[in-house]
């Protein structure tokens, strides 16, 4: 196992203190990313001591600590899996060959590109959510926010440190601009489009940690595969950190959905309690999981056959052999393409091109599970009401399905249905509005605001009121 160097003002298990060149110049960075923080990130709670995990090594069991620390204090690490020395290429055209620990010229823009769009959503996500600590519902949901927000920044680290070891000035140069672009910016924004949507309110942000953060789950898991060797290993790490937060995003919309049918079998009316109205619920799901899906890039696309190709990014789990094609040049995808009269019909493509395709039917598949739970706790309250997953075809902005119109259901429609429509498929002002208006700020400890039941447990095993 790699040793971790914790004394170092950059904790590693990297061998920071033998490379004195690629020290100084992430030290250079370390000001600019914590002016970042300091700026963009939940800037009015530095002073606060927070009870927060930091990550201190990569074995399996006790890779993390708990304890006190004022956010800007925080430890961001850089901590790559151990993996095995003689590590093989298990995918695409140079299959059996060995791992790459230093970037080939030929992928170089490629894996440029990737890790900078992996990278831009961290800092994006902390920008996104830097508000809503001044209307937390309890000191545990407050707690949980931070704990996010702090390992969104040392994902940043992580790919900022690929960035500088192995891709010379121009590296140096992309973590630079990642600290630039800020979400939703008129002028230089994220890269990815649902890193530019607001996050105004907690609803949003349980739905974007179960939703877009599981993106990440998937995205990682493919850049996992990797045979460059240190983006394997470096993604394969972020995985352990990212489970935390899409639980905190599922717990999150299941605590309110819980604590909404908790008022309807009491025979209160949630709108008039302060609650969420569970079709309310329902558009921002529909919002968030259709704005997730198209992290995914589009459906039929050769910069995924070329990340395949070239071993860049596999499908989920492509190690574990449960792919009968390792190289994806024998079979197809198909696909429902949408026809300029309305319709939708099926087309084959090379299952290289449907690699995009392929990752999210994955995400799509775990994503019913989230649902199906949720409906399993509401059906415990007698409630008849359950939350249905849009089709994968609407309200999509990236892909073969963008610039057409589908319902929910995922037929196609036209324009003028989708203008009546919408509005009961997608969060309206007024939906926005009311749930501003739900947002209380509680922070007596062990209490909740009204809209969402408390949490089986505290942190890391503590009681609830902690
Ligand atoms: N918005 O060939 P196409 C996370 C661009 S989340 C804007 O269809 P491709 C996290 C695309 O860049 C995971 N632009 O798709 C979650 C390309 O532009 P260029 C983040 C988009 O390239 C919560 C063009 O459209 N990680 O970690 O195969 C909190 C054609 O693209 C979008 C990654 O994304 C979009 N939605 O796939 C914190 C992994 N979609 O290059 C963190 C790295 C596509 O022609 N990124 N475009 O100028 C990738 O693997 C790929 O870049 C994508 C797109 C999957 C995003």
């Known amino acids: 196992m790699s040793t971790v160097d914790l004394e170092a003002k950059i904790p590693n298990n990297v061998g920071l203190r033998d490379n004195k060149r690629l020290t100084m110049a992430l030290e250079k960075w370390q000001p600019k990313f914590l002016d970042w923080w300091k700026g963009m990130g939940p800037t009015d709670f ?22 006190y620390v004022k956010m800007p204090d925080y430890r961001w690490g850089i901590f790559l899996a151990d ?67 702090v390992e969104e920044g040392r994902h940043l680290w992580a790919m900022v440190y690929l960035l500088h070891t192995h891709f010379g000035a121009d590296g140096r140069e992309e973590a630079e601009a990642m600290l630039d672009r800020h979400s939703g910016d008129q002028d230089n924004p994220r890269i990815l489009e649902a890193f530019n949507y607001p996050i105004d309110n907690w609803l949003d942000f349980f739905c974007f940690t179960t939703f877009t953060d599981r ?27 990212e489970a935390y937060h899409m639980q905190t995003g599922e717990n999150g919309v299941g605590r309110i959905a819980h604590r909404t049918a908790e008022l309807m079998k009491e025979g209160k009316d949630p709108a008039q309690e302060g609650a969420i109205p569970l079709p309310l619920m329902q558009r921002y799901i529909n919002h968030w999981f259709s704005a997730s899906m198209d992290l995914f890039g589009g459906e039929d696309s050769t910069n995924a056959a070329e990340s395949f190709a070239g071993g860049l990014k596999g499908r989920y789990r492509e190690g574990d052999g449960i792919y009968k094609d390792p190289k994806a040049l024998e079979q197809s ?23 995009n395709a392929v990752l999210l039917d994955a995400y799509i598949a775990d994503c019913k599970r989230i649902v199906a739970r949720w ?35 995922g037929e196609p429609i036209d324009e003028a249905a989708w203008t009546h429509h919408h509005g009961q498929w997608l969060p309206t002002q007024e939906d926005r ?12 400890p062990g209490k909740f605001a009204n809209y969402i039941a408390p949490p089986s447990k505290g942190p890391n095993d503590q009681p609830i009121d902690f």
Request: charged residues 25%; proline residues 5%.
């Open 83 to 149: 993996g095995p020395e003689d590590r093989k290429i298990h995918f695409g055209d140079q299959l059996g060959e060995k791992a790459w620990q230093t970037v080939p010229g030929e992928f170089r823009n490629r894996l440029r590109r990737l890790i900078v769009t992996q990278g831009d959503t961290e800092p994006a996500s902390v920008e996104q959510q830097r508000m809503l600590g001044h209307c937390c519902p309890s000191l545990y949901d407050l707690r949980s926010l931070f704990q996010v927000n």
């Open 375 to 409: 409906n399993r706790d509401l059906k415990t309250h007698n409630c008849d009401f359950q939350f249905v997953l849009p089709d994968h075809k609407f309200n999509r902005h990236q892909g073969v399905y963008s610039g057409f119109r589908f319902s929910p259901a």
């Open 333 to 355: 995808y198909t696909h429902e393409l949408p026809t300029d009269d309305g319709k939708v019909e099926e087309k084959d493509i090379p299952l290289r091109r449907a690699m």
């Open 215 to 241: 993106d990440g789950k998937y995205q990682l898991a493919s850049l996992a595969e990797s045979s460059f060797d240190p983006l394997a290993r470096t993604t394969q790490f972020m995985l352990t950190e």
């Open 46 to 67: 530095n002073e606060d001591q927070v009870y927060l995990r930091t990550a201190v090594g990569v074995g399996q069991g006790g890779w993390a600590h708990f304890d």
């Open 433 to 444: 509005d009311y749930v501003k208006s739900c947002m209380v700020r509680v922070t007596e």
